[in-house]
């Protein structure tokens, strides 16, 4: 069983930064695929960002692509959601999700991820 809890949402101004964090608990985690997905008011849940068990092999939604970076620090446990030029279309609630150990593929959908937190509000004011 992994548990994954957020932190680091806010209200931002649109250009600004912002980093979200995804604590995992559980013996897995090496061996577990992250993923950050987003869900805004109204709209369906999407995906946003990938990374593989080193952290060498990440996938991003075209909408952030060159603007969020994700990185994971095994050591800690810990899945980092780095955001830089926010706009105000990237306001939403932000999950981290985890794949069950030794799946090693990347993946953009929901319900190939087993685990999730229960999401982070990032706000960005225009």
């Known amino acids: 069983q992994v548990q994954l809890v957020e932190s680091g949402g806010g209200l931002v101004q649109a250009g600004g930064s912002l980093r979200v964090s995804c604590a995992a608990s559980?013996?897995?985690?090496?061996?577990?695929?992250m993923g950050w997905f987003r869900q805004a008011s109204g709209k369906e849940r999407e995906f946003v960002a990938g990374i593989g068990w080193s952290g060498s092999s990440t996938t991003y939604a075209d909408s952030v692509k060159g603007r969020f970076t994700i990185s994971r620090d095994n050591a800690k446990n810990t899945v980092y959601l780095r955001m830089n030029s926010l706009k105000p279309e990237d306001t939403a609630v932000y999950y981290c999700?985890?794949?069950?150990?030794?799946?090693?593929?990347?993946?953009?959908?929901?319900?190939?991820?087993?685990?999730w937190g229960q999401g982070t509000q990032v706000t960005v004011s225009s």
């Open positions: 559980g013996r897995t985690f090496s061996s577990s695929v």
């Open positions: 999700a985890a794949r069950r150990g030794g799946y090693s593929s990347i993946v953009t959908l929901g319900r190939e991820y087993a685990y």
